[in-house]
Structures are given as structure tokens and as C-alpha cells.
């Protein structure tokens, strides 16, 4: 168990909804990062956030946005849902910038 | 973007065997990390390096890493089943704008036959 929690495990939707992702870090971790893990394009960086400010995007869409609270949760929040944004998301946090990642056990979204 | 090129993607080995596998990078990178994940699961991290040539272990893995900074690799010592799973390399570079995101390779899948 690596401290990271992530809600709900399992999500399955419809093409054209709307649905957010929750993260909680590991006790004292400040930064949140999210990944899209896919079968053609493996794992990816989606967005980071420390301390409640982004701090860089990755190959993260316009239709998905973040953000983190002041407790240091962090949400993933995926708009006009398609088909090809079925994957795994998995949020991981660290201690302080640039210092080791600890993944969560993932969400596993399917889009219908 | 940076690209990882993970090496072998697959491979079956008899238990009790050594593995190897590595990552090259067109890049460089600060710190190499190797992840091993599970089905269903997260990434679990293995091995944590932070210098160039540094070599580290832990328990029956060692991991390098490069001192071109550009390539890493992962040794695993007499194989046992549970080693089975998707073993994967990941780069991260301070891009000096508090930006620590990591890249990672394609995985090695490993298999042991008993």
C-alpha cells in the first residue's frame, strides 16, 4: 500500500458525460501528479500540482482539467467524454518537488 | 517529447534465472526510477538513482544509473514467480520550473516459468 487513495476504483460512463476522479496523497506529500495509462500509449503525464498550484501540463486535453484543495486532494475532472479516453488514471504524490512518486491503485474509467 | 525506449518488451524465463533489462533515453535525465506494476494495480516503485553511475540495490534487484544520464538498467537476480509482472523505466528532469513530471518507457513484461 503505497498511501495513495484514489475514488472510485471503477467508472463507467457514456460518450458525452462528465466525470471527476479523486485523489488523496500520502500523509505530508505535497505535490500531486496525474497519469493516463492506455494500451497504444502507455503511461503519460497529465498535469502536477503542488501545494495547491499547477505546476505543469503534459499531453493533458482541453476537456480535462484539475485542480488541488487546500487538504492537498486533488481532483481529475474529464469533460465531453469519447470513446478513446477509456484508461487508467492514476494519480501518485511525493514528498516534496522532484523527489521519488508514489502511485495510487488507479481509477479504471470506461467511456460507452 | 522525450521517448523512452524500454528493452526487451517481453520476455519468459525459467525460475531461478537472471534478468536484464534496460532503458536508453535521447535525452538526459536527473533521476531514473524503475516501477514494477501488476495487473490492475499501480506502479510500485523499485529502485529510486540520482547520480550518474550511480548503482543501486535492492534485495536480489540492482539498478545503474548510465553516466551519459541517457540510459538505465534493471537487474534481477534468480528469478522467483512473483517477480512476474510489467517492470518500467521512468526519466524525470527539473525542468527548472518546479516541473518533475516523469516519462516512462513502454515496459518489460516478465515471465517465469517454474
Known amino acids: 500500500d503505497s498511501g495513495v487513495t484514489q475514488t472510485p476504483k471503477h467508472l463507467i460512463t457514456a460518450t458525452g458525460q462528465r466525470v471527476t476522479l479523486r485523489c488523496s496523497p500520502r500523509s505530508g506529500d505535497l505535490s500531486v501528479y496525474w497519469y493516463q495509462q492506455s494500451l497504444d500509449q502507455g503511461l503519460q503525464f497529465l498535469i502536477q500540482?503542488?501545494?495547491?498550484?499547477?505546476?505543469a501540463k503534459g499531453n493533458i486535453l482541453e476537456r480535462f482539467s484539475a485542480q488541488q484543495f487546500p487538504d492537498l486532494h486533488s481532483e481529475l475532472n474529464l469533460s465531453s467524454l469519447e470513446l478513446g479516453d477509456s484508461a487508467l488514471y492514476f494519480c501518485a504524490s511525493s514528498v516534496v518537488k522532484g523527489s521519488e512518486q508514489f502511485f495510487g491503485p488507479g481509477t479504471r474509467l470506461t467511456v460507452l | 517529447g522525450q521517448q523512452l525506449n524500454q528493452s526487451p518488451q517481453s520476455m519468459f524465463i525459467q525460475e531461478g534465472e537472471d534478468v536484464s533489462m534496460n532503458c536508453t533515453s535521447s535525452s538526459i535525465f536527473n533521476t531514473w526510477l524503475w516501477y514494477k506494476q501488476d495487473p490492475g494495480e499501480g506502479p510500485v516503485l523499485l529502485i529510486a538513482?540520482?547520480?550518474?553511475?550511480e548503482l543501486t540495490s535492492n534485495g536480489r534487484l540492482t539498478a545503474q544509473f548510465g553516466i551519459t544520464r541517457k540510459d538505465s538498467f534493471l537487474n534481477i537476480s534468480a528469478s522467483i514467480p512473483s517477480d512476474v509482472g510489467i517492470y518500467f523505466c521512468?526519466?524525470?528532469?527539473?525542468?527548472?520550473?518546479?516541473?518533475?513530471?516523469?516519462?516512462f518507457g513502454k515496459g518489460t513484461k516478465l515471465s517465469v516459468i517454474p
Open positions: 521512468a526519466g524525470q528532469l527539473d525542468s527548472g520550473a518546479g516541473s518533475y513530471q516523469l516519462t
Open positions: 538513482l540520482y547520480k550518474a553511475g
Open positions: 500540482y503542488y501545494n495547491g498550484e499547477e505546476r
